[in-house]
């Protein structure tokens, strides 16, 4: 009898929330000395499940079971102690302070009479990273390191614990492929030691990479779990949308006519910043914008919108220079700006969706008073034709899926009713399904005459819709890629953006 | 050009201190004898138990927090250090049962308690109820208040009086002097910098100083890291409470009459030494170093005010532009220009 061929069981674990079903009867398992990847749409209960293991929600009722004993931690620290570590999604770190502080917090190191015993902390870290052949200093400030030297250090910190379950929740999101290979082999270092690795992650072609088996949660539940050999993308697609997605992207039908904005040598004010850009957008173009992390996208898309300050350059729309120094004075112009981060930027979580749908658009309502029924009126046709699902207009928009959320802010905008639509990773943490719609959407406003700049970190859904993609290196322009000439198919084209992606590091 | 940049990067980032001491060498050029050792001696004094009350709450500060309760506070810990040192020959003492001086710990270890006691409530209300510091410490503000007037009213001898005619011994060992030769160096500075230096280590060496930073700057980093940010919240809050009482206990010797306005706007006092010191309002920002110089030069400036005989409604106003000007800069260079 093999008591412990897993090291980690998970039975039928159930977590409501007000309102919704987290989680219901999801099952986990993780055999020793593997890679197990977890996958599903967002809002499949992933990071839920993960969270109830780590101790940062209670789980409602099931069992955990670590190496045949039932455990259920009460917070953080106690999973720890027991010898399980998880890399948040969000990089939980303390930016003023320095990065052996922040690898050490929660259990520093002391010498006598309670001191912190800095020089051991020095020591340790400078062991870890340099077993991980990571190259940052201990006594750097974490809030001055790039985002993908953060994420590293806090892979490092969950190595440190020497835990027998490492989790990682999403570490890629902001690492570059030459990091991604460097963190598999830290991964596959760590399995040889018997460690159990639980990886969620949305990039089917990693996951497929990396894993020994995969299991798919869809809407909370347990899907199904398979050794990674016998999985393909398509498979993993149909199992976690239940249904095919021969098509992923609907059909292009826009026709792009006529230049309607030319920005020339725009360069952007405060570092880190982008220099010396310039582009044309044609009448119904969607154009995309490719780039690695770090290539200053976002921070050309609000420079445009008049969020961050201009150095130099010009933006012409019809032929008129315009010059844009507030968000209001873009809005004006017919500007509109889907941001990148629809948490922090775009939503107004508690506030019900009449609000969030009409607050770019206040003025159109009333001097003083404003007229409910308009209000009303324009949410409601907003919801109908975006086919938003809710149960009401009164709901608070948290309380939607990130599909929807993501519904909400683009009806925000189109009530302004802009002519050019700068959208920022306009699909993040959106599932599989809502995706498809928001391409049809962003088609269909190229179908009317607008012009759509799209920033995507996704190379499928940029060779997907766009007509012409802008590629970003390190702040400066690499090169524009008109979508069908000559580039050897959508293989070629996709080689040549990322060589030009990489042309100025 | 790059230069220029970092020359104005300077200024902005000390700002304050330039201004500041412009100030304190205008006044030394227009009355010269500003600057004898009577005069630093008496600013860093009188800076001393207010600079206590800032090493206390500056925690509270980092934390992201604030705490609007410790003039009252302190009012009601020094009205009962008053009745504890009460010379034992004054007829109308309050404890008339009391025949023989009380070892000046009792009165020390009583100012403690009261305060430990309601920074107690304060930081229960922050890290348990979750309550926002400015609230919580609204409301303990307003109950040291009225505790104290009823301790003040409840006098045997049926007075509202303030309670003053303190034992000798207090008074010289709380408000005496260490004489250096001919120089009178008041203790309460001695003990204003031991507890700066404790503090310091405290900050700077301990679990508790870091898990206070971590807490301050980004609680849900320590939260997931192991760190308990509710015991954080708590011990911070706590150790404010000794530092107050301490504090409480010293001006009572200073000031030998307490009553019901005794400590009233002390915090604005403390809160403005730790802005003025770089303690940040945003959390996580902030160096003991800072809180002791933003005390003294806090009390400096009041100093020299009084001293070139500045009209007292103009000193207020003076004292607020610094504490708007000392936080436009706090919050200029912690901005973000985009």
């Known amino acids: ?505 | 050009m790059e230069k220029s940049k970092k020359i104005g990067e300077f200024l902005l980032n000390y700002a304050l201190y330039i201004l500041l001491g412009a100030i304190l060498v205008t006044v030394s050029i227009i009355k010269p004898n500003f600057i004898a050792i009577n005069n630093i001696l008496n600013i860093m004094k009188q800076a001393s138990t207010k600079g206590i009350l800032a090493l206390g709450c500056a925690g509270i500060i980092v934390l992201g927090g604030t705490d609007l309760s410790i003039g009252r506070m302190l009012g009601l810990a020094a009205a009962v250090t008053a009745s504890l040192v009460q010379s034992v020959t004054y007829a109308s003492r309050y404890y008339t049962g009391m025949t023989e001086q009380l070892p000046l710990i009792v009165p020390l270890l009583a100012a403690i308690a009261v305060c430990v006691l309601l920074s107690a409530i304060n930081g229960f209300g922050v890290s348990k109820l979750h309550m926002h510091a400015f609230i919580i410490t609204l409301g303990t503000q307003l109950i040291a208040y009225g505790a104290n007037c009823i301790y003040i009213e409840s006098q045997p001898s049926g007075s509202a009086q303030a309670l003053s005619t303190f034992d000798r011994n207090f008074l010289d060992k709380a408000a005496g002097n260490l004489m250096i030769g001919t120089v009178r160096i008041p203790y309460v500075i001695i003990y204003f910098a031991a507890l700066a230096i404790i503090m310091w280590i405290v900050w700077n060496k301990t679990r508790l100083g870091k898990n206070m930073f971590a807490v301050g700057g980004n609680s849900e980093a320590a939260a997931v890291s192991g760190v308990s940010v509710t015991k954080t919240i708590m011990y911070v809050y706590l150790l404010a409470g000794v530092l107050y009482g301490i504090a409480s206990f010293l001006e009572a010797a200073r000031i030998q009459s307490v009553g019901a306005n005794t400590g009233i706007n002390y915090e604005l006092d403390a809160i403005s030494a730790c802005v003025i010191g770089g303690v940040s309002f945003t959390g996580g920002v902030g160096t003991i170093q800072g809180v002791v110089i933003g005390a003294i030069i806090l009390q400096a400036i009041n100093y020299s005010l009084y001293f070139l005989g500045v009209n007292a409604y103009l000193q207020y106003i003076i004292r607020g532009l610094i504490i708007v000007l000392a936080v436009a800069i706090d919050v200029r260079k912690y901005l973000v220009k985009k």
């Open chain 1, 1 to 505: 009898m093999d008591q412990h061929k897993y090291m980690l069981e998970m039975i039928d674990i159930d977590k409501s929330f007000p309102g919704v079903h987290a989680l219901d009867r999801a099952q986990f398992k993780l055999r020793p000395g593997t890679i197990h990847s977890l996958m599903g749409e967002n809002g499949a209960g992933k990071s839920t499940l993960m969270k109830c293991l780590f101790g940062i929600y209670k789980k409602d009722s099931g069992t955990i079971r670590i190496d045949g004993k039932e455990v259920d931690f009460a917070n953080p620290k106690h999973a720890l102690d027991n010898g399980v570590a998880m890399v948040h999604q969000e990089l939980n770190q303390v930016l003023h302070r320095n990065v052996m502080e922040n690898v050490w917090l929660g259990r520093l190191p002391l010498k006598k009479y309670g001191l912190v015993d800095s020089k051991l902390m020095f020591a340790e870290t400078m062991e870890t990273f340099r077993d991980l052949e990571i190259n940052i200093s201990p006594t750097a400030i974490i809030g001055t390191l790039s985002v993908s030297q953060r994420q590293m250090v806090e892979i490092a910190k969950a190595v440190s614990y020497h835990a027998k379950i490492l989790v990682l929740d999403e570490p890629t999101s902001s690492l570059t492929e030459k990091e991604v290979d460097h963190l598999f082999r830290i991964i596959r270092k760590l399995t040889v030691q018997g460690v159990g690795i639980i990886y969620i992650s949305h990039r089917m072609d990693e996951i497929l990479r990396i894993s020994d088996d995969i299991t798919v949660m869809r809407d909370g539940q347990w899907i199904a779990t398979k050794p990674a050999n016998e999985l393909d993308t398509n498979e993993l697609i149909r199992l976690m949308v239940n249904r095919d997605l021969t098509h992923r992207f609907p059909g292009k039908t826009n026709k792009p006519d006529g230049t309607m904005m030319s920005v020339s040598h725009l360069s952007g004010k405060y570092e880190p910043t982008f220099h010396d850009v310039s582009f044309t957008l044609r009448k119904g173009e969607i154009l995309g914008v490719a780039g690695l992390m770090g290539s200053r996208r976002t921070e050309l898309l609000n420079t445009i919108f008049g969020v961050f300050t201009k150095e130099s350059g010009e933006i012409e729309v019809d032929g008129k220079v315009i010059d844009i120094t507030s968000p209001e004075v873009a809005k004006r112009n017919g500007f509109a700006l889907i941001t990148e981060e629809r948490r922090a930027t775009g939503l107004f979580p508690l506030m019900n969706i009449y609000f969030n749908t009409i607050i770019a658009n206040i003025g159109k309502y009333g001097k003083v008073i404003l007229s409910q029924r308009k209000i009303a009126n324009d949410t409601l046709f907003s919801i109908q034709n975006l086919k938003v699902k809710t149960a009401s207009a009164k709901t608070a928009i948290r309380s939607l899926s990130g599909g929807n959320q993501q519904k909400v802010i683009i009806g925000r905008w189109l009530l302004t009713k802009p002519e050019i639509l700068l959208l920022d990773e306009p699909t993040r943490g959106i599932d599989v399904g809502a995706k498809f719609e928001i391409y049809q959407l962003i088609i269909n406003l190229a179908n009317e005459g607008k012009g759509i700049v799209m920033v995507s970190s996704e190379m499928p859904e940029l060779l997907g819709i766009c007509d012409r993609i802008l590629v970003m290196s390190n702040g400066r322009l690499a090169g524009i890629v008109e979508r069908g000439k000559d580039f050897g198919g959508v293989a070629g084209e996709q080689e040549h953006i990322l060589k030009l992606a990489g042309t100025y590091i």
